[in-house]
T-cell receptor, first 113, second 111 residues
Protein backbone atom coordinates (compact mmCIF):
# COMPACT_ATOMS: atom_id res chain seq x y z
CA UNK A 1 0.00 0.00 0.00
CA UNK A 2 1.31 3.43 -0.99
CA UNK A 3 1.73 5.47 2.14
CA UNK A 4 3.64 7.92 4.28
CA UNK A 5 4.43 6.64 7.76
CA UNK A 6 5.51 8.56 10.83
CA UNK A 7 6.87 7.40 14.16
CA UNK A 8 6.13 7.84 16.91
CA UNK A 9 2.47 8.80 16.64
CA UNK A 10 2.42 10.26 20.14
CA UNK A 11 5.30 11.57 22.22
CA UNK A 12 5.53 13.34 25.54
CA UNK A 13 8.96 14.63 26.46
CA UNK A 14 10.69 17.25 28.57
CA UNK A 15 12.39 20.49 27.64
CA UNK A 16 15.87 20.03 26.24
CA UNK A 17 15.77 16.29 25.57
CA UNK A 18 16.73 15.68 21.96
CA UNK A 19 14.22 13.75 19.89
CA UNK A 20 13.70 12.53 16.34
CA UNK A 21 10.44 11.97 14.52
CA UNK A 22 10.85 9.64 11.58
CA UNK A 23 9.05 9.87 8.25
CA UNK A 24 9.17 7.30 5.48
CA UNK A 25 7.41 6.99 2.13
CA UNK A 26 7.22 4.01 -0.21
CA UNK A 27 6.16 5.83 -3.38
CA UNK A 28 9.62 6.79 -4.65
CA UNK A 29 8.74 10.47 -4.27
CA UNK A 30 11.49 13.05 -4.72
CA UNK A 31 9.85 15.70 -2.60
CA UNK A 32 9.23 15.50 1.14
CA UNK A 33 8.17 18.11 3.65
CA UNK A 34 7.33 18.69 7.31
CA UNK A 35 4.42 20.77 8.61
CA UNK A 36 3.17 21.64 12.03
CA UNK A 37 -0.47 22.28 12.86
CA UNK A 38 -1.51 24.59 15.68
CA UNK A 39 -4.97 25.85 16.69
CA UNK A 40 -5.67 29.22 15.13
CA UNK A 41 -2.53 29.08 12.99
CA UNK A 42 -3.34 26.18 10.70
CA UNK A 43 -0.64 24.13 8.99
CA UNK A 44 2.73 25.76 8.42
CA UNK A 45 5.71 24.35 6.57
CA UNK A 46 8.86 23.70 8.63
CA UNK A 47 11.37 22.24 6.13
CA UNK A 48 11.24 20.61 2.76
CA UNK A 49 13.52 18.49 0.60
CA UNK A 50 13.57 18.36 -3.19
CA UNK A 51 15.73 15.24 -3.29
CA UNK A 52 18.49 13.37 -1.48
CA UNK A 53 20.89 15.76 0.25
CA UNK A 54 18.80 18.79 -0.81
CA UNK A 55 16.87 20.50 1.98
CA UNK A 56 15.57 24.02 2.55
CA UNK A 57 13.75 26.05 5.16
CA UNK A 58 10.03 26.56 5.14
CA UNK A 59 8.12 29.21 7.04
CA UNK A 60 8.90 28.14 10.62
CA UNK A 61 12.29 26.35 10.68
CA UNK A 62 13.64 27.70 14.00
CA UNK A 63 14.41 24.95 16.49
CA UNK A 64 14.27 22.13 13.94
CA UNK A 65 16.74 20.18 11.81
CA UNK A 66 16.20 17.71 9.01
CA UNK A 67 18.29 15.37 6.93
CA UNK A 68 17.71 13.51 3.67
CA UNK A 69 20.30 10.77 3.33
CA UNK A 70 17.95 8.37 1.56
CA UNK A 71 15.12 9.09 -0.81
CA UNK A 72 12.47 7.36 1.28
CA UNK A 73 13.31 8.88 4.69
CA UNK A 74 13.09 12.44 6.00
CA UNK A 75 13.51 12.62 9.79
CA UNK A 76 12.67 15.73 11.80
CA UNK A 77 15.10 16.45 14.62
CA UNK A 78 14.48 18.65 17.64
CA UNK A 79 17.87 19.15 19.25
CA UNK A 80 16.56 20.96 22.33
CA UNK A 81 12.76 20.87 22.39
CA UNK A 82 10.85 23.66 24.09
CA UNK A 83 7.19 23.89 25.13
CA UNK A 84 6.36 26.12 22.15
CA UNK A 85 7.14 23.14 19.91
CA UNK A 86 4.18 21.27 21.34
CA UNK A 87 2.15 20.65 18.22
CA UNK A 88 0.77 18.15 15.72
CA UNK A 89 3.39 17.36 13.08
CA UNK A 90 2.77 16.05 9.58
CA UNK A 91 5.14 14.69 7.00
CA UNK A 92 4.19 14.91 3.32
CA UNK A 93 5.59 13.66 0.03
CA UNK A 94 4.98 14.02 -3.69
CA UNK A 95 6.61 13.55 -7.06
CA UNK A 96 9.11 16.19 -8.00
CA UNK A 97 7.12 19.07 -9.47
CA UNK A 98 4.86 21.67 -7.94
CA UNK A 99 1.96 20.33 -10.00
CA UNK A 100 1.72 17.08 -8.12
CA UNK A 101 -0.60 15.97 -5.38
CA UNK A 102 0.90 15.81 -1.90
CA UNK A 103 0.33 12.82 0.34
CA UNK A 104 0.34 13.22 4.10
CA UNK A 105 1.33 10.94 6.94
CA UNK A 106 -0.97 10.24 9.92
CA UNK A 107 0.64 12.86 12.14
CA UNK A 108 2.72 12.90 15.32
CA UNK A 109 1.32 14.59 18.38
CA UNK A 110 4.22 16.01 20.38
CA UNK A 111 3.97 17.44 23.88
CA UNK A 112 7.00 19.15 25.40
CA UNK A 113 6.73 19.73 29.16
CA UNK B 1 2.59 36.70 0.71
CA UNK B 2 -0.06 34.14 -0.19
CA UNK B 3 -2.94 33.92 2.26
CA UNK B 4 -5.79 31.43 2.16
CA UNK B 5 -9.14 32.03 3.83
CA UNK B 6 -11.97 29.58 4.35
CA UNK B 7 -15.48 30.66 5.18
CA UNK B 8 -17.39 29.63 7.18
CA UNK B 9 -15.19 28.33 9.99
CA UNK B 10 -17.92 25.91 11.00
CA UNK B 11 -21.06 24.63 9.35
CA UNK B 12 -23.82 22.35 10.59
CA UNK B 13 -26.45 20.97 8.21
CA UNK B 14 -29.02 18.17 8.22
CA UNK B 15 -28.27 14.95 6.42
CA UNK B 16 -29.15 14.89 2.75
CA UNK B 17 -28.52 18.54 2.00
CA UNK B 18 -26.20 19.77 -0.70
CA UNK B 19 -23.61 22.22 0.57
CA UNK B 20 -20.79 24.46 -0.56
CA UNK B 21 -17.54 25.25 1.21
CA UNK B 22 -15.61 28.32 0.18
CA UNK B 23 -11.91 29.03 -0.16
CA UNK B 24 -10.24 32.26 -1.27
CA UNK B 25 -6.60 33.08 -1.87
CA UNK B 26 -4.81 36.38 -2.33
CA UNK B 27 -2.29 35.60 -5.08
CA UNK B 28 -3.49 34.02 -8.33
CA UNK B 29 0.01 32.73 -9.19
CA UNK B 30 -0.54 29.14 -8.10
CA UNK B 31 0.37 25.75 -9.53
CA UNK B 32 -2.63 23.96 -8.10
CA UNK B 33 -5.21 23.87 -5.36
CA UNK B 34 -5.96 20.87 -3.18
CA UNK B 35 -8.89 20.08 -0.95
CA UNK B 36 -8.23 17.83 2.04
CA UNK B 37 -10.33 16.20 4.68
CA UNK B 38 -9.11 15.87 8.27
CA UNK B 39 -10.85 13.78 10.90
CA UNK B 40 -10.27 14.64 14.58
CA UNK B 41 -6.75 13.72 15.64
CA UNK B 42 -6.03 12.18 12.26
CA UNK B 43 -3.99 12.94 9.19
CA UNK B 44 -5.00 14.68 6.00
CA UNK B 45 -6.74 12.83 3.21
CA UNK B 46 -6.51 14.37 -0.23
CA UNK B 47 -9.94 14.76 -1.82
CA UNK B 48 -9.39 16.67 -5.04
CA UNK B 49 -6.51 18.35 -6.83
CA UNK B 50 -7.19 21.08 -9.39
CA UNK B 51 -4.34 22.22 -11.60
CA UNK B 52 -4.07 25.94 -12.32
CA UNK B 53 -5.20 25.38 -15.91
CA UNK B 54 -8.34 23.50 -14.87
CA UNK B 55 -11.74 24.82 -13.85
CA UNK B 56 -13.09 21.89 -11.86
CA UNK B 57 -12.59 18.34 -10.68
CA UNK B 58 -15.13 15.75 -9.60
CA UNK B 59 -14.93 12.66 -7.42
CA UNK B 60 -18.13 10.89 -6.51
CA UNK B 61 -20.36 13.31 -4.58
CA UNK B 62 -17.63 15.95 -4.48
CA UNK B 63 -17.04 18.69 -7.02
CA UNK B 64 -14.38 21.36 -6.68
CA UNK B 65 -14.15 24.44 -8.83
CA UNK B 66 -11.34 26.91 -9.33
CA UNK B 67 -11.51 30.52 -10.50
CA UNK B 68 -7.89 31.56 -10.44
CA UNK B 69 -8.48 35.11 -11.66
CA UNK B 70 -10.79 35.89 -8.75
CA UNK B 71 -8.81 33.82 -6.26
CA UNK B 72 -11.66 31.50 -5.33
CA UNK B 73 -12.45 27.83 -5.07
CA UNK B 74 -15.55 26.01 -3.91
CA UNK B 75 -16.08 22.46 -2.74
CA UNK B 76 -19.57 21.19 -3.44
CA UNK B 77 -20.80 18.16 -1.50
CA UNK B 78 -23.96 16.54 -2.79
CA UNK B 79 -26.43 14.60 -0.66
CA UNK B 80 -24.42 14.99 2.53
CA UNK B 81 -24.07 12.08 4.96
CA UNK B 82 -23.05 11.91 8.65
CA UNK B 83 -19.79 10.29 7.53
CA UNK B 84 -18.91 13.54 5.75
CA UNK B 85 -18.48 15.23 9.13
CA UNK B 86 -14.87 16.40 9.32
CA UNK B 87 -12.72 19.48 8.88
CA UNK B 88 -12.15 20.42 5.25
CA UNK B 89 -8.93 22.19 4.37
CA UNK B 90 -8.09 24.10 1.24
CA UNK B 91 -4.45 24.54 0.23
CA UNK B 92 -2.75 26.28 -2.69
CA UNK B 93 0.67 25.59 -4.12
CA UNK B 94 2.55 28.79 -4.92
CA UNK B 95 5.58 26.80 -6.06
CA UNK B 96 8.70 25.19 -4.61
CA UNK B 97 6.59 22.25 -3.52
CA UNK B 98 5.00 24.31 -0.79
CA UNK B 99 1.38 24.28 0.31
CA UNK B 100 -0.29 27.26 1.96
CA UNK B 101 -3.32 26.16 3.95
CA UNK B 102 -6.51 27.82 5.01
CA UNK B 103 -7.77 27.43 8.58
CA UNK B 104 -10.40 24.94 7.52
CA UNK B 105 -14.17 24.57 7.75
CA UNK B 106 -15.46 22.22 10.43
CA UNK B 107 -18.46 20.45 8.94
CA UNK B 108 -21.10 18.61 10.97
CA UNK B 109 -23.82 16.60 9.25
CA UNK B 110 -26.73 15.91 11.57
CA UNK B 111 -28.66 12.64 11.11
Amino acid sequence: EAQVTQNPRYLITVTGKKLTVTCSQNMNHEYMSWYRQDPGLGLRQIYYSMNVEVTDKGDVPEGYKVSRKEKRNFPLILESPSPNQTSLYFCASSFGTSYNEQFFGPGTRLTVL
Amino acid sequence: KQEVTQIPAALSVPEGENLVLNCSFTDSAIYNLQWFRQDPGKGLTSLLLIQSSQREQTSGRLNASLDKSSGRSTLYIAASQPGDSATYLCAVSPGAQKLVFGQGTRLTINP
